[in-house]
């Protein structure tokens, strides 16, 4: 497992326990932090995915709440609001990465930790974010 695909599962697994229990991503990190990442920079990818799915989250869930056809996010499942608002960040906010992986490694995520649904269900909500990309103003 790649470095920033393990950060990604770590970013995933404080805003889902975040979400879940309405707290603050932010806060978890500070008083646990991702002393479980073997490398430096693994934490600081972690950290950047956190920090800035928090900055950007209104953006992010309203594009979740546009796209993803037929879901509430309230009756979405937490995993799959989470592993979505990680990868649109990436995509949106994230100069350094191809949108095309943010989007295959949301899958795969999906594929091991959401419903049997949720792997082609992100995949194409991603799509249409991949498609409108140059036509969002942020």
């Known amino acids: 497992m790649s470095a920033r ?10 805003l889902y326990e ?4 309405g707290g603050d ?7 646990r ?9 693994q934490a600081e990818y972690a950290k950047f995915l956190i920090s800035g799915v928090q900055e ?6 309203e594009l979740i709440t546009t ?3 037929g879901w509430d996010m309230d009756r979405m499942p937490a995993v799959d609001r989470n ?6 960040f990436e995509i949106l906010w994230e100069s350094d990465l191809a949108d095309e992986i943010a989007a295959s490694q949301a899958v795969e995520f999906a594929k091991e930790l959401s419903t049997d649904d949720s792997a082609g269900y992100i ?8 498609a409108l990309k140059p036509s969002f103003s942020l």
């Not at 975040?18 to 229990?21: E, H, L, P, S, V």
């Not at 592993?83 to 649109?88: D, G, V």
């Not at 995949?123 to 991949?130: A, C, F, H, K, P």
């Open 5 to 14: 695909v393990k950060a990604r599962k770590r970013a995933l697994d404080f």
């Open 18 to 21: 975040a979400d879940i229990r």
């Open 25 to 31: 991503p932010l806060t978890l990190l500070s008083e």
């Open 33 to 41: 932090g991702a002393e479980d990442l073997s490398q430096i920079s």
């Open 56 to 61: 950007h989250r209104s953006k992010i869930d």
């Open 67 to 69: 796209y993803a056809q």
């Open 83 to 88: 592993i979505l608002r990680i990868a649109i």
């Open 123 to 130: 995949n194409g909500v991603l799509g249409r974010i991949i």
